[in-house]
T-cell receptor, first 115, second 113 residues
Framework: GNSVTQMEGPVTLSEEAFLTINCTYT??????LFWYVQYPGEGLQLLLK?????DKGSNKGFEATYRKETTSFHLEKGSVQVSDSAVYFC??????????????FGTGTRLTIIP | DAGVIQSPRHEVTEMGQEVTLRCKPI?????LFWYRQTMMRGLELLIY????????DSGMPEDRFSAKMPNASFSTLKIQPSEPRDSAVYFC???????????FGPGTRLTVT
C-alpha cells in the first residue's frame, strides 16, 4: 500500500535559518505529491504540489522537488519567518482512476520559528 | 466562495451521548472526505464519498461511527455512543474530479468527558 514517511518533529529554528523537512514515500503507481500546512486552530491548506517526476512545486518561498529515483519530496525554504510556524504534512495521491482517490498523509512535522 | 463549512466548531459532551458533526462542501465539489486528527495517531482518513456515495469507509474505527451524505451539499458524521477516546479534531474536506487538491474545513474539536 501507499505510505508517507516524514521527518519527526518538533523542529525549532531561528528566524532567517534554512529549513529542510524530509519526506519519502512508497506508492504502487505514479502519485502526485503534496505539502499541506496547518496553522494553529485551522484546517490544512495546500502549500505546494508536484504531479510528475522532476517537477518542482513552489509557493511562499517554499520549494519541493519530486525525486522519483529517491522517492522523496523534501520541503525547503531558504529563510524562514516567525509566521511559518505551523505543522507541515507531506501527502501523496494516486492518479485519478487508479481506484485510490484519497490522500495518504505523513504524521506531520511541527515547526516553530523563534525571533 | 465560503469554503468548506463545518459545525459545530467545538463540541463537549459526556460519554455515552450521541454526537453529530456536520459538513457543507464547496459547491460543485463531488468528493467529500472525513478525517480525524489526534496527537497519538496523526491525521487519519475515516471515510470518503464520491457523488454522495460512500466509496471507502475502511478508516471508520468501529460501528459506533457512521457517516451519511444525503445530498451534494451536506454530510454528517455521527458517533453513538461517544467515548472519551473519540476526543479529537474532525476535519471535512472536499475536492472536484480532475484535480487532486483537497480543501479542508476549519475542523470540529470534540471533547468527550
Amino acid at each position: 500500500g501507499n505510505s508517507v514517511t516524514q521527518m519527526e518533529g518538533p523542529v525549532t529554528l531561528s528566524e532567517e535559518a534554512f529549513l529542510t523537512i524530509n519526506c519519502t514515500y512508497t506508492a504502487t503507481g505514479y502519485p502526485s505529491l503534496f505539502w499541506y500546512v496547518q496553522y494553529p486552530g485551522e484546517g490544512l491548506q495546500l502549500l505546494l504540489k508536484a504531479t510528475k517526476a522532476d517537477d518542482k512545486g513552489s509557493n511562499k518561498g517554499f520549494e519541493a522537488t519530486y525525486r522519483k529515483e529517491t522517492t522523496s519530496f523534501h520541503l525547503e525554504k531558504g529563510s524562514v519567518q516567525v509566521s511559518d510556524s505551523a505543522v507541515y504534512f507531506c501527502a501523496l495521491s494516486e492518479q485519478e482512476g487508479f481506484g485510490n482517490e484519497k490522500l495518504t498523509f505523513g504524521t506531520g512535522t511541527r515547526l516553530t520559528i523563534i525571533p | 466562495d465560503a469554503g468548506v463549512i463545518q459545525s459545530p466548531r467545538h463540541e463537549v459532551t459526556e460519554m455515552g451521548q450521541e454526537v453529530t458533526l456536520r459538513c457543507k462542501p464547496i459547491s460543485g465539489h463531488d468528493y467529500l472526505f472525513w478525517y480525524r486528527q489526534t496527537m497519538m495517531r496523526g491525521l487519519e482518513l475515516l471515510i470518503y464519498f464520491n457523488n454522495n456515495v460512500p466509496i471507502d469507509d475502511s478508516g471508520m474505527p468501529e460501528d459506533r461511527f457512521s457517516a451519511k451524505m444525503p445530498n451534494a451539499s451536506f454530510s454528517t458524521l455521527k458517533i453513538q455512543p461517544s467515548e472519551p477516546r473519540d476526543s479529537a479534531v474532525y476535519f471535512c474536506a472536499s475536492r472536484i474530479s480532475g484535480t487532486r487538491k483537497q480543501y479542508f474545513g476549519p475542523g470540529t474539536r470534540l471533547t468527550v468527558t
